[in-house]
């Protein structure tokens, strides 16, 4: 098990990387692509700590 996280302001992005990509560095580098991709909007209101934020999938262009 792979774990990969990216802090951001008032954000953290964290995921678990399993199966082969967990020992074979080419098959994780997809999946650390995807979270360089993602962006977070957390937004401007308060949150108490580690409150999850809504996960939202872009919409088809």
């Given at each position: 098990?792979?774990?990969v996280g990216v802090d951001g302001?008032?954000?953290m992005l964290q995921g678990?990387?399993?199966g082969q990509a967990a020992i074979d560095d080419e098959r994780a580098a997809l999946a650390i692509e995807?979270?360089?991709s993602t962006v977070v909007c957390r937004g401007q209101e308060p949150?108490?700590?580690r409150e999850l934020i809504t996960l939202t999938a872009p919409k088809p262009v």
């Open positions: 098990m792979r774990i302001p008032r954000w678990l990387i399993g995807l979270f360089r949150m108490p700590p």
